[in-house]
């Protein structure tokens, strides 16, 4: 039986790390370095950044950070007419990014607020009446 399934049989029969460190120091044995994952080590770059954002951040200057990021996104989309063609006509997503004015990306946007604007006025409804229909 090799060291790292030793190692792996005690790890599951511990009942917390400190028993773990315990039965190996027990066996003569020292638990391995952590493997290091490929690639760059992770970065933290503070609040204000749009990657904290993603990570899950949601204070004033991360929010203000993703939504400077997305609209810079937008307009990139919008500076080639061509990225509209291959995102597809007719869909709210080619009409918000990539600004794609044509009948179909109109009509696909107006039919998605219609459709949000009416359930918000359901979910107001139901409130309003404390949830019975």
């Keep these: 039986m090799s060291a790292r399934t030793v190692l792996l049989v005690v790890a599951e029969h511990a009942q917390d790390a400190d028993d773990c460190r315990q039965l190996l120091s027990m066996l003569g044995l020292t638990p391995s370095a952590p493997k290091r994952k490929p690639g760059r080590p992770p970065v933290d770059h503070g609040h204000g950044h749009y990657s904290t954002y993603r990570k899950g951040c949601r204070c004033d200057d991360c929010r203000e950070a993703h939504r400077q990021r997305c609209s810079e996104w937008r307009e990139s989309k919008k500076q080639d007419p061509t990225a509209a063609d291959w995102a597809g006509h007719g869909k709210t997503s080619t009409y918000k990014n990539h600004g794609c004015r044509c009948a179909p990306c109109r009509r696909a946007n107006t039919e998605y ?21």
Excluded: F, I
Aim: glycine content about 10%; cysteine-free; charged content about 45%.
């Design 113 to 133: 607020w219609r459709v949000y604007r009416a359930q918000r006025r359901e979910r107001r409804v139901l409130v309003e009446t404390g949830g019975a229909r």
